[in-house]
């Protein structure tokens, strides 16, 4: 069967995407993506999957004009998406959501195409808001997004992500450089990064605490300098391809709450605080409470953000010493373990 994948390029529909590619591809399926990808572009070609790649953007400017020039550009891609859908005659497209992938979708709908789309956060994206209504099917990260959507084309397939075949602690910290007798911080702040959480978690230290630290591109420099010139016990990184070792390194996780950052996190039994993104309709939110109401994780809130609430929640969650059974325990019945197969089977049988 061959299956197109409609995506945008920001980490929290790439990651899912490229997961369910994968486990289509193992079921011996075509697979090619398509979609307004920006740099994810190149990771989607190294993986060897062929790629449609189209511009288009978000709506940022609410005026008038800016409304004209959305609704143009918007409608040039839609128009060029048929060329698309044509060109790979997919039997199945799956959309993951944002603007990448809306006109993707929209020509496969007009089309008459089978289209099943994938909502990574509780709350339902406006692209995928708007596109739920006449898609076939509608898979959900998070069974509380059932009460924003058609429960009737609803599918709990959980967010595909990496959490499977992590090594050992001792072996995830002799990798990193660390030592076995301290508590180990992780900070993610999302594919970029997060210059508020760069900032504040610099101010923090010294802590009697090593870490990780992913700053993301654009601030690794500046950070990577800093940590060495206070000669602190942080490892600093632009980005951790193998997030498998940082997870099984970490005593506590510091990270914004994406949908897949999440699900990873309940799925590993990981302590976290987490401080969500507070723009775009500050959905992290609704995500990070999956967690935080079964008190699998504390939340600390932007406009919150400080060196000492920070410092406060992180030894909150280490002083509350839970194991990873004991998250797991709290977590059971939140997440599915296998999820791309999941949503690979939904496509199957559209």
Known sequence: MKILIATGGTGGHIFPAIETAKALRVRGH????AGVLGPSEDKIKALDF???SLAAQGLNDRSFL???NFSKIMSQAVFRSFGVVQKCAP???IGFGSYGAFPVVMAGCLMRCPVLIHEQNVVPGKANALLSKIVKK????FEGSRRYLDCAKVVWTGCPCHHSAIPSKSESLLAFGLEENKKTILLLGGSQGSQRLNEIF????PVPFQAIHMTGPREFPMYEKKYREANLPVKVYPFIDNIGAAYAAADIVIARAGAATVSELGLLGLAAVLVPYPFAGNHQK???DVLADKGAAL???QKDLTKSSLKEAVIRMLSSNFSREDILKKTQGLFQTDAALQLALVAEGL
């Not at 509608?138 to 990260?141: E, G």
């Not at 610099?202 to 230290?205: G, K």
Request: glycine content about 4%; proline content about 4%.
């Open 30 to 33: 075509q697979v090619s993506f």
């Open 50 to 52: 062929p790629v449609f």
């Open 66 to 68: 800016g409304w004209l």
């Open 91 to 93: 039997d199945k497209i």
């Open 138 to 141: 509608v898979a959900i990260s």
């Open 202 to 205: 610099f101010e923090i230290f």
């Open 286 to 288: 609704y995500n990070a």
């Open 299 to 301: 939340i600390v809130e």
